[in-house]
Each structure stands twice: as structure tokens, then as C-alpha cells.
């Protein structure tokens, strides 16, 4: 894809602030390996740990790093389209910032290592990401190319949408009154409605002055959703699959959803929680 805009005024970088001693990655790939074996989440563990990150945060990214550019492009067209979306509701969009950061970030959810991958905190609503994920998604699970990368990032807005829509707060509501099973069943669908308008963000982009996808594009994010099925994920970590641990949704579910939000653009068609079929 190609960005022709200026790029996000709500990108904060926060790369190189902090040792990185305190929440390495060791810790961090032990929380994800639990959480794949067992099916909990055990990113408590990584909260409860101080981070050490320092110094102020800068807005906005340099000029010569073509990576974080591009990110800042992304979350530019992202604004553009939820802008719109949200004004065909009658609502106004509030813009997340997404913060870039190197190897550990605190943020309003608690401290976090750069392996536990992006993430999107709804207390202060921000998506953070350390951009080394990209290489561990292109050499790890064989899912490069630039579009890849946005549809990460897509995806993690995409959470910040059902925050403003109050949609992942009754989620959270309902966690003490359900199962760890019945809960991950939830999950799946907050994730897999995530990955849905992701897809709605693709479709409409494809319509904004500066934006443009190039051959191979939806491949690119098709193929990132298939890497990061729960299904496939657990098989690689444990030899086996575990359908009632999931929390995010098989391969398969994954590139469905994102595929159904391309093609339709429409987001009332995005209704996970309600499908009779995910």
C-alpha cells in the first residue's frame, strides 16, 4: 500500500526511553506461552511489575524513518475512515494515539514487554507496539509486507471502537459472571469483531486522496490473520489444539471476518456476538 498524507499528529514515540532490565523478554514470552498452553490470561503478571521507562515522550516520529512514517500514515487513514464512519452514526470519533516504544512500556493498563506484542490499553486510549513485532511476524510466522503491518495496527484501533461503542466495557462487565470458557467464547468475538473492522478500515480506505493498495496487498493481511489463529498458534506452542482456550479465533475465523469487513464495508455487518456462525 502507499500513503500519501502527512502522517498522524497522535503517534508518540517513546523508543530508546528505559533499560529494558525490569520487564525483558524472557518474562514477556513466558506470559505468552502460558497463555497459549493453559488458555488464561496471565498478563497480570507482566502489570504488576513496575516499568522504568524515562524521559519525555515525543510527538510525532522522525522525518528519515520510513518505518514509523508508515505507521504514523496508517493511523492517519484509520482517523480518516472512523471519522466518518462515527459522523454516519451521529457520534464523534475520539483519535487514539499509538505510542512507539522499545522493549518495555507502562501504560494505564500496567507495565508490559514488547513480547506480549501490540496492544490497545482502553485506559488511556492508546495503542502501543514496539515495531520489532514486524520482524518477528515476517521471519517467525512468514506474514511480512507493509500491509501486514497496518492491518496490525487496524486491528488494535479496531479495539478502540468497541471501547468508545461500549462494547468491550460490557464484556468486562460480564467476566465475574461467567466461566474461563463461556469468557474466552466472548473474547473470541470481541477479537474476531476487531479483525471485522479491520477490514471495514480497508474497504474504505481504499477511497481517501492519499491513500492506495497495490497488487498482493489483501494477501498480505490475509495471510497475518491466518498466522495468528489461535488454532495454529496453540499447535505450534503445545502439539495440540484446545478450542476452549482460544481467545481470539481460529485461522480460518480470523481471515472470514477480516475479509467479510472488506468486502462489505458495512458495519452493521460486523455483529460477531450475535452471528449465528463465526
Known sequence: MKWFGRGSDNVEDGRGLGGGTILGGGI?????????????????????????????????VPQN????????????????????????????????????????????????????????CPGDNKVYIDLSFYNELRDRFGAGGDFAQAYVIAHEVGHHVQNLLGISNKLHEARG???????????????????FFAGLWAHHAQNLKDFQLEAGDLEEALTAANAIGDDKLQKQAQGEVVPDAFT??????????FKKGFDTGDIRQGDTFNASEL
Open 177 to 195: 459472571r461467567l466461566s474461563e470458557t463461556e469468557y474466552n467464547r466472548l473474547s473470541v468475538k470481541l477479537e474476531l469483531q476487531a479483525d
Open 28 to 60: 514477556g514470552i513466558v506470559v505468552v506461552i502460558l497463555g497459549l498452553l493453559f488458555g488464561k490470561d496471565f498478563s497480570g503478571i507482566v502489570s504488576q511489575i513496575p516499568g522504568t521507562e524515562q524521559g519525555a515522550v515525543k510527538q510525532g
Open 65 to 120: 524513518d520510513a518505518q514509523a512514517q508508515f505507521i504514523s500514515g496508517v493511523l492517519e487513514s484509520t482517523e480518516q475512515v472512523w471519522d466518518a464512519q462515527f459522523r454516519e452514526m451521529g457520534r464523534q470519533y475520539e483519535h487514539p494515539k499509538l505510542r512507539l516504544f522499545t522493549n518495555q512500556v507502562q501504560s494505564a493498563c500496567g507495565g508490559a514487554s514488547a513480547a506480549v506484542g501490540p496492544f490497545y
Open 248 to 257: 481470539h479465533g481460529t485461522s480460518q475465523q480470523r481471515m472470514f471476518w
